[in-house]
Structure formats: C-alpha cells, structure tokens
C-alpha cells in the first residue's frame, strides 16, 4: 500500500458504532427475549441467565470492542507503514518489494479462506467447551434436563450461534495481530536507513508503537472475558479468589510477553546501527577535540582570534550531546508507554475482582497508604 506521506488517525467513524452496538444487540437481546418467551421447564440452574455476569460482559462490552479495535487497528497500522515510506527508512531501490509484501499482507488479512478457517476455528473451539461443560454436574442457565441427560436448551442454541461469533471476532484481531508482527519481521530484513542520532532513541523507528498499542485491545478483551467468568464463579458458586491465582498471573504474564513480542525483530539492525555510530562519532568527536585543544589549549589559535564569539564551543557541546544521543540509543523501539498500554488493558478489567476479598473501604486504604 504506497504511500508519500502519513494518513491521519480517524475516530471510529458514527456507522462503524452503530455497527458494533448492532451486533452486541444481535448477540444478547434474542438471548433475554428467547429467556422470557420461552419459561425453563426442570430443575433450576445454579446460575441464571441474569446472575450470569459473563454473558453480558461478553456479549455487551467485549463483542462491541472487538468490532471497534479492528477499526482502530486498521488506521493506526496503516499509519505505521505510510510512515515508512514518508520518512524514507526504506531505500528507494527496495520500495517495490516493501510495497509488494505490504500487500500481500492486507489481501492475506481479509482473505476468504482465511475468514473460514477461523470461523471453523472459532466454532470447533465454542463446540469443545460446550461439551466439556455438559459433562460436568453442574447446571447452566443455557442447559435443560433431558432423558439422554443434560443437553443444549432453545435459548442455548442462540447462546452457541452468538459465543462462536465472538470467538471469531477475537480470532480474527488476533490473526491481524499474527500478520502485523510477520510484516515487521519482513520489514527488519530490509536496509533500513536508520539514524542512531534519532531524537526517539530508536533509529527513527519510535513510531511503530503508534501500531503496536492499538494491539492493546487484544488482551483488554480476553481480560474482560476472564474477569467477567471468574467474578460469576465467585459470586455465584462461591469459588474463593486464590483457586484462580496461578491462572490470572499466568495470563498477565502472556499479555504483557504479547505486547512486547515483535520488538526483538529489529535488535540486530538497532544494535548494528548503535556500534557503527559510536565508531563513526567517537571517531568525529576525538578528531574534533584533538583540533579544540591544539587551536585554543595549546596556543595553536591565530593571536588575532579570540575564542568570544567562536561557534567553537557550540561545536564540542553539539558533538557531546550526539555521542551521548547514541550511548542512549535503544536496540528495541519499544517504548514505556506501549508497555503500560498492555499492562493496564490486561490489569484494569482484573481490579474489581479484588472487590470479593477486600471491601472498597480498605483498598482505598491501601493505595492511600502506598502513595503516601
């Protein structure tokens, strides 16, 4: 996808909102009419359709989310890659391959193969766990009594048909997430034009995190579900907190390895880029100083030249201040700022969580007492 200069970043867009309420609606409200239409007939479940937090959090918030990150991620990584082209890191001579594979990439993206292969996926994945769910004693709100035993019920039909297009929803932002880190690895192969004296501190290629964040809505979604499932559990089932300790660290240390992924692709380019310029400018810098103190400490400077109003000075600190630009240098663009973008997409859904254990009072407490 060619480009002379940067796109801006659009809001999502009023149609594309209403897109994403429409199918949250689509998901959950036949879910609640079906519910009223249709009284459960048997034993009552141990959660219902209305305790059930995670049925709502998902259908309601993560659905809508999902649809509006594809949105955001397409403007932002479409951002990324005119980029590369308006600030000249790809040479001239490699701009058609660059262009080729960019391409390439968008078609892979929204192939219709690849469309059903992960709708496949997604059903195969939503049809295991229903199973699995059937198989255990408990009863769920989507589930009935039959002779054979327990079976899917007529609301559960339409809970199936709706959880299968989240699954493909978030299958299809992860497979987007697959593809942008592919294309940054096939972007490292190329000779980069990258500048170790860069103001970002990253060769100039700090703008990638401008791409990479919009990703943080990935594990934002799978913390929402997470979040959602393990509070129905514990305010429903009253499973205790700690049962789920070793699972929720275990997902926020993905989250954050997810985040920080593809930023290993450019260390050898970076780091080759850092060497040759603390060569070049320490080179620079040494020949410079030994002139300065040749022309102005050791008397080599003509008697009628005085060092007031010399750029002389200016000279050295200029020089200084590049050579200690490039001892900055980072081999990674990974910023700070990405970093807690993910972090806090995978913690802030968790928090509530801590609401089961400790009343609202002695938390506040607590971060009073840390800040303080």
Request: net charge positive; aromatic share 10%; glycine share 8%.
């Amino acid at each position: 996808m060619p480009a002379d200069r940067p796109t801006p970043v659009s809001a999502p867009s009023g149609r594309r909102v209403l897109g994403a309420l429409g199918l949250a609606f689509l998901a959950w409200l036949p879910l609640l009419l079906l519910r009223l239409v249709f009284p459960r007939a048997g034993p009552e479940p141990t959660v219902t359709f209305f305790e059930d937090l995670s049925v709502h959090v998902r259908f309601l918030l993560v659905i809508p989310l999902l649809v509006l990150a594809e949105g955001v991620i397409a403007d932002r990584t479409r951002l990324v890659w005119a980029t590369f082209h308006a600030s000249g890191l790809i040479p001239e001579g490699q701009r058609a391959r660059f262009d080729d594979a960019l391409t390439r990439t968008v078609r892979l993206a929204d192939a219709a193969v690849v469309q059903a292969i992960l709708a496949g996926l997604a059903a195969a994945v939503i049809g295991t766990m229903i199973r699995s769910q059937a198989s255990d004693a408990a009863l769920r709100w989507f589930e009935e009594q039959g002779a054979g035993g327990v079976r899917v019920s007529r609301v559960g039909w339409w809970y199936v048909v709706a959880s299968v297009m989240l699954a493909f929803l978030f299958l299809r932002v992860l497979w987007r997430y697959v593809l942008w880190c592919w294309l940054l690895f096939r972007t490292s192969r190329f000779d980069l034009r990258l500048v170790g004296t860069h103001p970002d501190r990253a060769g100039g290629l700090g703008f990638v995190n401008v791409g990479h964040a919009a990703f943080s809505m990935l594990p934002l979604a799978a913390s929402c579900i997470l979040a959602a499932r393990t509070a129905t559990e514990i305010l429903q089932a009253g499973v205790p907190l700690t049962t789920y300790q070793l699972p929720l660290l275990t997902f926020l240390v993905l989250s954050l390895l997810l985040g920080m992924l593809p930023f290993p692709i450019f260390l050898p380019a970076l780091a080759r880029t850092k060497r040759k310029g603390l060569m070049e400018y320490g080179t620079l810098a040494t020949r410079y100083v030994q002139d300065f103190e040749r022309k102005w400490i050791h008397g080599g400077a003509p008697a009628e030249e005085t060092l007031l109003g010399t750029g002389d000075i200016q000279s050295l600190a200029d020089i200084g201040g590049s050579f200690e630009r490039l001892a900055r240098m980072k081999v990674t663009p990974l910023d700070r700022y990405t970093v807690i973008a993910y972090a806090v997409a995978a913690v802030a859904p968790l928090l509530p969580l801590a609401l089961t254990v400790m009343p609202l009072e002695e938390i506040v407490k607590v971060l009073v007492r840390a800040i303080v």
